[in-house]
């Protein structure tokens, strides 16, 4: 493809998603590495200033082992979940909500992008319930109450330069970006740690976003001879899973993916965050660089694991 086709594909995929909202979920591992981080924000930036409304969701894993070694105290995972005691939530919430919230919202502002740190708690944004009682506190996410993402997305970020600060449909105005941090709130006020990936989907959901991008440290999902897949629709995903094709923590990330597709998303990206500019080639090329996941020809519904450790049937309408 010469630089001119290639040009006017890319100004054809700004025309379309020019004022349609995209989330990102950024992956733990990724936001260990600070030049990583930058390089993501500078590229977010960029999208942004296109006209397209973006809400980051992030994880926070490897940050949260880290301080957690530090500390001396000892952890262990169920079904890819870790069991999370009271003591180990007030660590998990330090560290999502302040050390890497905190990281990513200097990044983007750094980068030229207005962007305001939440958690799941803040306006009890996911209200949860007690996954399983072997886990503790993690959380099942019952409501999704998205009046505070609405209010920053609402909220006009103008040049304070311009003589009207009032008038959003000015070229200096833009939305201001959320990132949200996987921490959410129970009936009595409990923190609640949850899958990052969970959290994406349904707040997605909920929002009626139309296009996910899960930023992680693979290249996408692969075959059973280590291929890369560049599209698949949900009933090959499943597919793929029941031939124990996807495992290990690509396993959990397929079953949340398959859950947003039958929830209101059309696409669902994985790409690998350390590819250079990775997210910018795969929202605006033909080609792509990772792979995307659509509805297409989903069959009859299956029961799959939600982010507790027990098998459930995820009902068409959840709480």
């Given at each position: 493809?010469?630089?001119?086709?290639?040009?006017?594909?890319?100004?054809?995929?700004?025309?379309?998603?020019?004022h349609q909202?995209?989330?990102?979920?950024?992956?733990?591992?990724?936001?260990?590495d600070?030049?990583l981080?930058?390089s993501l924000?500078e590229?977010?930036?960029?999208?942004?200033?296109?006209?397209?409304?973006?809400?980051?969701?992030?994880?926070?894993?490897?940050?949260?082992?880290?301080?957690l070694?530090?500390?001396?105290?000892?952890?262990e995972?169920?079904?890819?979940?870790?069991?999370t005691?009271p003591?180990m939530?007030?660590i998990?919430?330090m560290?999502l909500c302040?050390?890497?919230?905190?990281?990513i919202?200097?990044a983007?502002n750094?980068s030229?992008v207005?962007a305001?740190?939440?958690?799941?708690a803040d306006?009890?944004?996911?209200?949860?319930k007690?996954?399983?009682?072997?886990?503790q506190?993690?959380?099942?996410?019952e409501?999704?109450?998205?009046s505070?993402?609405?209010a920053?997305?609402?909220?006009?970020?103008?040049?304070?330069?311009t003589?009207?600060l009032?008038?959003?449909s000015?070229s200096?105005a833009?939305?201001l970006?959320?990132?949200?941090?996987?921490v959410?709130?129970?009936k009595?006020?409990?923190a609640?740690?949850?899958?990052a990936?969970?959290?994406?989907?349904?707040?997605?959901?909920?929002l009626?976003?139309?296009?996910?991008?899960?930023?992680?440290?693979?290249?996408?999902?692969?075959?059973a001879?280590?291929?890369?897949?560049s599209?698949?629709?949900?009933g090959?995903?499943?597919?793929?899973?029941e031939?124990g094709?996807?495992?290990?923590?690509m396993?959990a990330k397929?079953?949340?993916?398959i859950?947003?597709?039958?929830h209101?998303?059309?696409?669902?990206?994985?790409?690998?965050?350390?590819r250079?500019?990775?997210l910018?080639e795969?929202?605006f090329?033909?080609?792509?660089?990772g792979?995307?996941?659509?509805?297409?020809?989903l069959?009859?519904?299956?029961?799959?694991?939600?982010h507790?450790?027990?098998?459930?049937?995820?009902?068409?309408?959840?709480?």
């Amino acid at each position: 493809m010469n630089t001119l086709t290639a040009t006017l594909a890319s100004l054809g995929y700004i025309q379309k998603f020019r004022h349609q909202t995209i989330l990102i979920k950024l992956g733990g591992a990724a936001l260990q590495d600070a030049s990583l981080v930058k390089s993501l924000c500078e590229d977010i930036s960029l999208i942004h200033s296109v006209g397209i409304n973006l809400i980051l969701v992030h994880g926070g894993g490897p940050s949260i082992n880290k301080e957690l070694e530090a500390r001396g105290i000892k952890w262990e995972f169920v079904n890819g979940l870790r069991i999370t005691t009271p003591e180990m939530m007030d660590i998990i919430e330090m560290v999502l909500c302040g050390q890497v919230n905190h990281r990513i919202v200097r990044a983007l502002n750094q980068s030229g992008v207005r962007a305001i740190g939440l958690s799941g708690a803040d306006a009890s944004l996911l209200q949860c319930k007690q996954a399983d009682p072997q886990l503790q506190q993690v959380g099942l996410i019952e409501k999704v109450d998205i009046s505070s993402i609405q209010a920053l997305m609402n909220h006009q970020n103008t040049n304070p330069n311009t003589s009207n600060l009032t008038n959003a449909s000015t070229s200096q105005a833009s939305p201001l970006i959320p990132v949200i941090a996987p921490v959410g709130v129970g009936k009595k006020g409990e923190a609640y740690n949850i899958n990052a990936d969970w959290a994406a989907s349904r707040i997605a959901e909920a929002l009626k976003i139309k296009k996910v991008f899960f930023l992680t440290d693979q290249d996408g999902i692969l075959d059973a001879q280590n291929n890369l897949i560049s599209e698949l629709d949900a009933g090959q995903l499943e597919s793929l899973i029941e031939q124990g094709v996807i495992k290990g923590g690509m396993l959990a990330k397929a079953q949340t993916i398959i859950y947003a597709l039958r929830h209101g998303v059309k696409d669902v990206h994985i790409i690998n965050a350390r590819r250079p500019h990775g997210l910018i080639e795969e929202l605006f090329t033909d080609t792509g660089v990772g792979t995307v996941c659509r509805l297409r020809s989903l069959e009859p519904r299956r029961s799959i694991k939600n982010h507790s450790s027990k098998s459930i049937t995820l009902p068409e309408n959840p709480l």
